[in-house]
Protein backbone atom coordinates (compact mmCIF):
# COMPACT_ATOMS: atom_id res chain seq x y z
CA UNK A 1 0.00 0.00 0.00
CA UNK A 2 1.30 3.47 -0.70
CA UNK A 3 0.37 6.27 1.30
CA UNK A 4 0.62 9.93 -0.09
CA UNK A 5 2.26 12.44 1.53
CA UNK A 6 -0.07 15.93 2.39
CA UNK A 7 1.82 18.96 0.86
CA UNK A 8 1.21 22.42 2.45
CA UNK A 9 1.81 25.50 0.38
CA UNK A 10 4.63 28.57 0.96
CA UNK A 11 3.42 31.56 0.41
CA UNK A 12 5.25 31.40 -2.78
CA UNK A 13 2.47 28.50 -4.19
CA UNK A 14 5.04 25.73 -3.79
CA UNK A 15 4.22 22.97 -2.42
CA UNK A 16 6.17 20.86 0.34
CA UNK A 17 5.36 17.52 1.99
CA UNK A 18 4.41 17.91 5.78
CA UNK A 19 7.05 15.07 6.51
CA UNK A 20 10.81 15.87 4.93
CA UNK A 21 13.78 14.36 5.63
CA UNK A 22 16.76 16.01 8.13
CA UNK A 23 20.08 15.76 7.18
CA UNK A 24 22.16 16.42 10.32
CA UNK A 25 25.02 14.57 11.53
CA UNK A 26 24.75 12.67 7.79
CA UNK A 27 28.67 13.27 6.08
CA UNK A 28 30.50 12.95 9.45
CA UNK A 29 32.17 9.84 8.49
CA UNK A 30 33.22 8.15 5.41
CA UNK A 31 32.49 4.65 7.00
CA UNK A 32 28.22 5.49 7.05
CA UNK A 33 27.80 7.86 4.14
CA UNK A 34 26.29 4.48 1.77
CA UNK A 35 23.64 4.11 4.80
CA UNK A 36 22.86 7.54 4.98
CA UNK A 37 22.08 8.09 0.98
CA UNK A 38 20.23 5.00 1.01
CA UNK A 39 17.94 6.22 3.42
CA UNK A 40 17.53 9.45 2.34
CA UNK A 41 16.57 7.44 -1.32
CA UNK A 42 14.15 5.45 0.58
CA UNK A 43 12.83 8.52 2.52
CA UNK A 44 12.68 10.07 -1.71
CA UNK A 45 10.86 6.83 -2.80
CA UNK A 46 8.45 6.95 -0.20
CA UNK A 47 7.26 10.40 -1.47
CA UNK A 48 9.09 12.47 1.96
CA UNK A 49 10.54 14.99 -1.07
CA UNK A 50 12.12 17.35 1.10
CA UNK A 51 15.62 17.31 2.24
CA UNK A 52 16.61 19.78 4.87
CA UNK A 53 20.35 20.28 4.90
CA UNK A 54 23.64 23.48 5.85
CA UNK A 55 26.73 24.30 5.16
CA UNK A 56 27.54 23.69 8.46
CA UNK A 57 26.59 20.28 8.69
CA UNK A 58 29.82 18.16 8.42
CA UNK A 59 31.30 21.19 7.56
CA UNK A 60 29.38 20.57 3.92
CA UNK A 61 30.25 16.63 4.29
CA UNK A 62 25.85 16.72 4.64
CA UNK A 63 25.62 18.23 1.41
CA UNK A 64 27.29 15.91 -0.64
CA UNK A 65 25.73 12.93 0.82
CA UNK A 66 22.15 14.66 -0.21
CA UNK A 67 24.05 15.50 -3.48
CA UNK A 68 24.66 11.41 -4.05
CA UNK A 69 20.87 10.64 -2.88
CA UNK A 70 19.42 13.18 -5.21
CA UNK A 71 21.64 12.43 -8.49
CA UNK A 72 19.27 11.37 -11.20
CA UNK A 73 16.41 12.89 -9.32
CA UNK A 74 16.68 16.39 -9.05
CA UNK A 75 13.36 17.47 -9.93
CA UNK A 76 11.69 15.28 -7.38
CA UNK A 77 13.12 16.65 -4.72
CA UNK A 78 12.54 20.08 -2.32
CA UNK A 79 15.91 20.97 -1.34
CA UNK A 80 16.20 23.20 1.49
CA UNK A 81 20.12 24.47 2.52
CA UNK A 82 20.86 27.41 4.85
CA UNK A 83 23.88 30.13 5.36
CA UNK A 84 25.54 30.28 8.44
CA UNK A 85 25.15 33.66 10.35
CA UNK A 86 29.28 34.42 10.34
CA UNK A 87 28.75 34.06 6.72
CA UNK A 88 25.21 35.93 6.01
CA UNK A 89 26.26 39.41 4.72
CA UNK A 90 24.66 40.58 1.22
CA UNK A 91 28.25 39.03 -0.81
CA UNK A 92 28.57 36.74 1.99
CA UNK A 93 25.05 34.81 1.51
CA UNK A 94 25.40 35.06 -1.88
CA UNK A 95 29.20 33.00 -2.16
CA UNK A 96 27.64 30.53 0.60
CA UNK A 97 25.22 30.02 -1.64
CA UNK A 98 27.20 29.02 -4.89
CA UNK A 99 29.21 26.95 -2.63
CA UNK A 100 25.86 24.98 -1.52
CA UNK A 101 24.88 24.65 -4.89
CA UNK A 102 28.01 23.03 -5.94
CA UNK A 103 28.10 20.65 -3.27
CA UNK A 104 24.95 19.42 -3.94
CA UNK A 105 26.04 19.80 -7.80
CA UNK A 106 22.41 21.42 -8.71
CA UNK A 107 21.88 24.99 -10.46
CA UNK A 108 18.89 25.82 -7.92
CA UNK A 109 17.74 25.79 -3.70
CA UNK A 110 14.38 25.60 -3.41
CA UNK A 111 14.44 27.08 -0.12
CA UNK A 112 17.59 28.75 1.65
CA UNK A 113 17.51 29.88 5.29
CA UNK A 114 19.30 32.10 7.45
CA UNK A 115 20.55 28.83 9.74
CA UNK A 116 20.45 31.45 13.05
CA UNK A 117 20.39 35.20 13.95
CA UNK A 118 23.73 37.03 15.01
CA UNK A 119 25.23 40.18 14.01
CA UNK A 120 25.30 40.86 10.70
CA UNK A 121 22.25 43.70 10.28
CA UNK A 122 19.24 41.86 9.03
CA UNK A 123 18.68 44.25 6.00
CA UNK A 124 22.26 42.63 4.52
CA UNK A 125 21.29 39.12 4.86
CA UNK A 126 17.66 40.16 3.02
CA UNK A 127 19.34 41.95 0.11
CA UNK A 128 22.07 38.96 -0.59
CA UNK A 129 18.96 36.26 -0.44
CA UNK A 130 16.70 38.78 -2.46
CA UNK A 131 19.33 39.01 -5.35
CA UNK A 132 19.99 34.74 -5.24
CA UNK A 133 16.03 34.80 -5.87
CA UNK A 134 16.30 37.16 -8.44
CA UNK A 135 18.85 35.52 -10.19
CA UNK A 136 16.98 32.38 -9.96
CA UNK A 137 19.65 30.27 -7.81
CA UNK A 138 16.91 30.05 -5.03
CA UNK A 139 13.34 29.22 -5.07
CA UNK A 140 12.57 30.61 -1.62
CA UNK A 141 13.92 32.26 1.26
CA UNK A 142 13.02 31.86 5.02
CA UNK A 143 14.53 31.95 8.11
CA UNK A 144 15.08 29.86 11.41
CA UNK A 145 15.61 30.22 15.06
CA UNK A 146 13.69 33.30 14.80
CA UNK A 147 11.27 34.29 17.60
CA UNK A 148 8.47 36.61 17.34
CA UNK A 149 10.41 39.96 18.06
CA UNK A 150 12.93 38.86 15.00
CA UNK A 151 9.94 38.01 12.68
CA UNK A 152 8.26 41.36 13.62
CA UNK A 153 11.87 43.35 12.75
CA UNK A 154 12.07 40.98 9.28
CA UNK A 155 8.80 41.70 8.06
CA UNK A 156 9.17 45.36 8.39
CA UNK A 157 12.01 45.66 6.21
CA UNK A 158 11.72 46.05 2.35
CA UNK A 159 10.70 42.33 1.03
CA UNK A 160 10.94 41.19 4.45
CA UNK A 161 7.17 40.05 4.12
CA UNK A 162 8.24 36.97 1.15
CA UNK A 163 10.04 35.07 3.97
CA UNK A 164 8.29 31.52 3.23
CA UNK A 165 9.14 29.85 6.65
CA UNK A 166 10.78 29.81 10.06
CA UNK A 167 12.82 26.43 10.79
CA UNK A 168 12.12 25.83 14.53
CA UNK A 169 12.50 23.31 17.38
CA UNK A 170 9.49 22.30 18.26
CA UNK A 171 8.14 18.65 19.86
CA UNK A 172 6.85 17.25 22.62
CA UNK A 173 8.94 17.96 24.96
CA UNK A 174 9.58 21.93 23.54
CA UNK A 175 6.66 23.19 23.03
CA UNK A 176 7.31 26.93 23.87
CA UNK A 177 6.72 28.30 20.64
CA UNK A 178 2.78 27.51 20.90
CA UNK A 179 2.64 30.13 23.74
CA UNK A 180 3.64 32.89 21.26
CA UNK A 181 5.47 32.51 17.83
CA UNK A 182 3.28 29.75 16.84
CA UNK A 183 0.40 31.34 17.15
CA UNK A 184 1.84 34.61 15.68
CA UNK A 185 2.91 32.37 12.47
CA UNK A 186 -0.44 31.36 11.78
CA UNK A 187 -1.61 34.73 11.87
CA UNK A 188 0.95 36.06 9.25
CA UNK A 189 0.32 32.58 7.11
CA UNK A 190 4.10 31.67 7.80
CA UNK A 191 4.35 28.05 8.02
CA UNK A 192 6.90 26.70 10.79
CA UNK A 193 9.11 23.97 9.62
CA UNK A 194 9.78 21.67 12.85
CA UNK A 195 13.48 20.18 13.45
CA UNK A 196 14.19 18.12 15.88
CA UNK A 197 10.79 16.69 16.24
CA UNK A 198 11.96 13.46 18.03
CA UNK A 199 14.16 15.82 19.78
CA UNK A 200 17.09 14.20 18.61
CA UNK A 201 15.50 10.44 19.38
CA UNK A 202 15.50 11.05 23.15
CA UNK A 203 12.07 10.88 22.87
CA UNK A 204 11.97 7.30 22.20
CA UNK A 205 12.60 6.80 25.61
CA UNK A 206 9.97 8.06 27.10
CA UNK A 207 7.75 5.75 28.85
CA UNK A 208 4.50 7.87 28.68
CA UNK A 209 4.76 7.81 24.83
CA UNK A 210 5.55 3.81 24.98
CA UNK A 211 2.15 3.84 26.45
CA UNK A 212 0.67 5.90 24.20
CA UNK A 213 1.90 4.19 21.07
CA UNK A 214 1.12 0.61 22.13
CA UNK A 215 -2.53 1.97 22.65
CA UNK A 216 -2.63 3.19 19.23
CA UNK A 217 -0.87 -0.14 18.00
CA UNK A 218 2.45 2.74 16.62
CA UNK A 219 6.04 3.38 18.01
CA UNK A 220 6.75 6.28 20.07
CA UNK A 221 8.27 7.92 16.92
CA UNK A 222 5.24 7.84 15.04
CA UNK A 223 3.35 9.21 17.82
CA UNK A 224 5.52 12.08 18.05
CA UNK A 225 5.54 12.73 14.21
CA UNK A 226 2.17 12.66 13.88
CA UNK A 227 1.37 14.86 16.93
CA UNK A 228 4.21 17.79 15.44
CA UNK A 229 2.46 17.62 11.63
CA UNK A 230 -1.19 17.37 12.84
CA UNK A 231 -1.28 20.91 13.08
CA UNK A 232 -2.22 23.20 10.58
CA UNK A 233 0.56 25.04 9.09
CA UNK A 234 3.16 22.60 10.55
CA UNK A 235 5.50 20.69 8.97
CA UNK A 236 8.67 18.16 10.13
CA UNK A 237 11.90 17.12 8.69
CA UNK A 238 12.81 13.81 11.24
CA UNK A 239 16.41 12.71 10.35
CA UNK A 240 16.78 9.10 10.23
CA UNK A 241 20.29 7.65 8.86
CA UNK A 242 18.27 3.73 9.52
CA UNK A 243 16.28 2.65 6.52
CA UNK A 244 14.38 1.01 9.43
CA UNK A 245 13.79 4.82 11.07
CA UNK A 246 12.74 6.26 7.31
CA UNK A 247 9.50 3.69 6.91
CA UNK A 248 8.68 3.68 10.70
CA UNK A 249 8.55 7.30 10.44
CA UNK A 250 6.49 7.32 6.79
CA UNK A 251 4.17 5.74 9.19
CA UNK A 252 3.27 8.63 11.13
CA UNK A 253 0.87 9.82 8.03
CA UNK A 254 -1.32 7.34 8.78
CA UNK A 255 -2.16 7.90 12.97
CA UNK A 256 -4.69 10.26 13.94
CA UNK A 257 -4.47 10.89 17.70
CA UNK A 258 -7.68 10.91 19.32
CA UNK A 259 -8.95 14.00 22.11
CA UNK A 260 -7.88 11.00 24.71
CA UNK A 261 -4.15 10.75 23.29
CA UNK A 262 -4.00 14.26 23.29
CA UNK A 263 -5.08 14.87 26.51
CA UNK A 264 -2.57 12.68 27.67
CA UNK A 265 0.30 13.82 25.89
CA UNK A 266 -0.70 17.25 27.38
CA UNK A 267 -0.82 15.91 30.84
CA UNK A 268 2.55 14.24 30.48
CA UNK A 269 4.78 17.41 27.55
CA UNK A 270 2.76 19.91 29.53
CA UNK A 271 1.81 23.26 26.92
CA UNK A 272 3.78 26.35 28.08
CA UNK A 273 2.11 28.85 30.61
CA UNK A 274 4.13 31.71 29.28
CA UNK A 275 7.01 33.03 27.55
CA UNK A 276 10.24 31.61 27.14
CA UNK A 277 13.05 32.17 25.19
CA UNK A 278 13.58 30.28 21.93
CA UNK A 279 14.90 26.83 22.45
CA UNK A 280 17.50 25.86 20.12
CA UNK A 281 20.62 23.03 19.47
P1 LIG B 1 15.42 14.40 15.25
O1 LIG B 1 14.97 14.30 13.86
O2 LIG B 1 14.49 14.86 16.30
O3 LIG B 1 16.02 13.00 15.74
C1 LIG B 1 17.00 12.30 15.03
C2 LIG B 1 17.39 11.06 15.83
O4 LIG B 1 16.25 10.21 15.99
C3 LIG B 1 18.46 10.20 15.14
O5 LIG B 1 19.30 9.70 16.15
C4 LIG B 1 17.68 9.09 14.50
O6 LIG B 1 18.40 7.88 14.39
C5 LIG B 1 16.54 8.92 15.49
N1 LIG B 1 15.34 8.41 14.84
C6 LIG B 1 14.78 8.80 13.66
N2 LIG B 1 13.67 8.10 13.40
C7 LIG B 1 13.52 7.22 14.42
C8 LIG B 1 12.58 6.22 14.71
N3 LIG B 1 11.55 5.98 13.89
N4 LIG B 1 12.73 5.49 15.85
C9 LIG B 1 13.76 5.71 16.70
N5 LIG B 1 14.70 6.66 16.46
C10 LIG B 1 14.57 7.41 15.34
O7 LIG B 1 16.72 15.34 15.39
P2 LIG B 1 17.52 16.37 14.52
O8 LIG B 1 18.44 15.68 13.58
O9 LIG B 1 18.11 17.33 15.49
O10 LIG B 1 16.42 17.20 13.70
C11 LIG B 1 15.99 16.87 12.41
C12 LIG B 1 16.57 17.78 11.35
O11 LIG B 1 16.28 19.16 11.63
C13 LIG B 1 18.11 17.78 11.28
O12 LIG B 1 18.62 16.63 10.68
C14 LIG B 1 18.36 19.06 10.53
O13 LIG B 1 18.12 18.87 9.14
C15 LIG B 1 17.32 19.99 11.15
N6 LIG B 1 17.86 20.79 12.27
C16 LIG B 1 17.91 22.15 12.14
C17 LIG B 1 18.41 22.94 13.16
C18 LIG B 1 18.48 24.44 12.99
O14 LIG B 1 19.10 25.11 13.83
N7 LIG B 1 17.85 24.99 11.99
C19 LIG B 1 18.85 22.36 14.36
C20 LIG B 1 18.75 20.96 14.49
C21 LIG B 1 18.23 20.20 13.45
P3 LIG B 1 19.16 7.39 13.06
O15 LIG B 1 19.76 8.58 12.41
O16 LIG B 1 20.15 6.40 13.58
O17 LIG B 1 18.15 6.73 12.15
Known amino acids: MTTTVPTIQLPSGDSIPVLGLGAWM ?13 ALRLGLDLGMNLIDTAELYASGGSELVVAE ?3 GRRDEVFLVSKVM ?17 KRLNTDRLDLYLLHWRDSVPLRETLDGLVTLKRDGKIRNWGVSNFD ?21 MYNLRRR ?32 ELMHIAERNGATPAQIALAWVIRQPGVFAIPKAAREAHVRDNMKALSITLNDDDLAELDRHFRPPSKKKPLEMT
Open 176 to 207: GIEYALLPWSRKHNIPIMAYSPLDQGHLMRSS
Open 26 to 38: MGETARSKQDEVQ
Open 85 to 101: PNNATRKGTIAACEKSL
Open 148 to 168: VDDMEELLALPGGKDVATNQV
Open 69 to 71: AIA
